[in-house]
């Protein structure tokens, strides 16, 4: 059984470039968060998806946003990088009505932005 | 504002030796606590979760403890083993939408 599995693994990318980052849950979860993790820091949370609407939102500007798709993989967009975007972006899933479920991380994506 | 703090930001002890992470939070209602270790590279991967009404819970050398009215949550170690070498980040969900609130983490170093 897979767990949440995400690519790319690694990226390099300009300032002022546009990034998909891709994630497919763990099966059997419908519902998929993404967050993103500054070295040394915690994650901080961007979005949650939910049956292919954003369910709850972080606090993050418009520039990041995400698509889930009908077999719940999903996708976090980030437009006009810059340099403060470099970061760990982990992506994690659990059932809907999973409250009490832990959370199933993937490995990341780590983004450079240069 | 929900917040939880989480200390010492880094420890390193000898292999072999016991070790505690303290998690301080504000989140208000409380619905659960819930321990994650994240090694290098990793997604974390959850190691315990209390809810209210439990004070312990263990996985293998793994002890949390609980204090709801103090709002304290701490991490033992015990007989630490090079594998331990990772973060530990404490992450407590608020009641009733469930929001994660995330710690900064502490980084164990286990050294032989």
């Known amino acids: 059984d897979a767990g949440v599995t995400q690519s790319p693994t690694h990226l390099i990318k300009t300032r002022g470039q546009q990034v998909t980052l891709r994630c497919s849950p763990k099966?059997?979860?419908?519902?998929v968060s993404w967050y993103q993790q500054a070295l040394g820091q915690g994650p901080q949370f961007i979005f949650q998806?939910?049956?292919?609407?954003?369910?709850q939102r972080g606090n993050f500007p418009d520039r990041f946003s995400g698509h889930q798709f009908p077999n719940y993989s999903s996708e976090l967009n980030v437009n006009a990088l810059l340099l403060g975007d470099s970061a760990l972006y982990l992506c994690?899933?659990?059932?809907?009505?999973?409250?009490?479920?832990?959370?199933?991380f993937g490995n990341g994506t780590r983004l450079t932005v240069t | 504002k929900n917040q939880v703090e989480q200390s010492p930001q880094s420890l390193i002890i000898l292999e072999g030796k016991n070790c505690t992470l303290q998690?301080?939070?504000?989140?208000?209602?409380?619905?659960?606590l819930r321990w994650y270790k994240q090694d290098t590279g990793r997604g974390p991967v959850s190691l315990t979760i209390?809810?209210?009404?439990?004070n312990t819970k263990s996985n293998g050398r793994y002890t949390a403890t609980l204090d709801a009215d103090t709002k304290q949550s701490s991490l033992h170690i015990t007989a630490s083993q090079l594998s331990d070498s990772a973060s530990y980040i404490c992450?407590?969900?608020?009641?009733?939408?469930?929001?994660?609130?995330f710690g900064a983490g502490t980084t164990v170093t286990v050294r032989a």
């Open positions: 994690a899933s659990r059932p809907d009505r999973g409250y009490n479920s832990p959370l199933h």
């Open positions: 099966s059997g979860h419908d519902t």
């Open positions: 998806y939910y049956e292919e609407e954003e369910r």
């Open positions: 998690c301080n939070y504000t989140v208000s209602p409380f619905s659960n």
């Open positions: 209390m809810t209210f009404s439990e």
């Open positions: 992450v407590v969900s608020a009641s009733p939408d469930y929001k994660l609130s």
